[in-house]
């Protein structure tokens, strides 16, 4: 009795972490279904008295948020293929082919790291406007043609690859486009779900760079068009709260799905880095 009470204890504790965690988000989901009006009320209520969809429908019909909502899957998903595509190749070769220069590179961009992404808005905003970039999507996704962490983490992963594997390749007469695609990627697929999963949530949840590179409000994605609709609609309350789920939901589903390789690939980078 004595050594299984440490643990109900601690099963209480988790469980009520939890519930703080949580209750925020549902009571955001109960909101949205109120009536307009019903959750400035006080005491606030936590569940609707009569459920509607009137504001879901109101921002799909009235406020264009289809469209933002467009914009987000499209910019998100683009930006999470580009980004493997320039990140993962650049990783595997930091970490198993020799170049000049390659560890002195390396560390210069681990240290480029550490910076603020934030200083460097300005002269990629100015350099953009200089090609012509403002206000497309080319020019928002260019911040994610590359991620310094996703080229880590590739980087300490695929230093776990045996050298003797990518050798008999090799000796068979495999071309290093083969190695690559043959043997290298299927090795890397659970640091590949778990970079996909990082670099989507992040470009989905950016707000600073397509608020400052994206001037036209047809172009706006969810977090933007969510901040212009509540400088419009301060007071409703509970079209706010139907608008952050729909801006939530997607990317709650997608960790969800994704959740146990996600956890697979962080877990095996950790061990194997």
Not at 115 to 139: C, D, E, R, S
Not at 197 to 206: A, T
Not at 210 to 215: D, M, Y
Request: glycine share 6%; charged share 10%; hydrophobic share 55%.
């Amino acid at each position: 009795m004595k050594h299984a009470l440490p643990k109900v204890l601690l099963n209480i504790a988790v469980a009520l972490i939890g519930l703080i965690v949580l209750f925020p988000l549902a009571w955001m989901v109960s909101v949205s279904f109120m009536s307009a009006g019903e959750a400035a009320t006080f005491p606030p209520p936590l569940l609707p008295a009569q459920p509607t969809l009137e504001h879901y429908r109101d921002l799909f019909a009235n406020q264009g948020m289809g469209r933002y909502l467009w914009n987000s899957v499209a910019l998100a998903g683009l930006a999470t293929g580009l980004c493997l595509l320039v990140t993962v190749p650049a990783g595997y070769a930091f970490a198993k082919l020799s170049f000049t220069g390659r560890d002195r590179l390396f560390q210069m961009l681990v240290g480029a790291w550490v910076i603020p992404a934030q200083i460097g808005t300005l002269p990629l905003f100015l350099m953009l406007k200089q090609v012509g970039l403002v206000n497309t999507y080319a020019g928002a996704l260019v911040p994610w043609l590359t991620s310094i962490f996703g080229l880590f983490l590739v980087r300490q992963y695929a230093l776990s690859i045996p050298d003797e594997m990518l050798e008999a390749a090799r000796v068979d007469g495999a071309s290093e486009r083969q190695i690559f695609t043959r043997v290298v990627l299927p090795t890397l697929q659970p640091i590949l779900v778990t970079l996909a999963l990082f670099v989507f949530v992040g470009s989905w949840n950016d707000f600073l760079w397509p608020l400052i590179i994206l001037t036209d409000q047809s172009n706006y994605t969810l977090p933007v068009a969510l901040a212009t609709l509540s400088r419009e609609h301060v007071q409703d309350i509970e079209m706010m709260m139907a608008g952050s789920v729909i801006t939530v939901l997607p990317v709650l589903i997608l960790f969800l799905a994704l959740q146990r390789y996600y956890i697979r690939g962080m877990l095996a980078g950790s061990v194997k880095g």
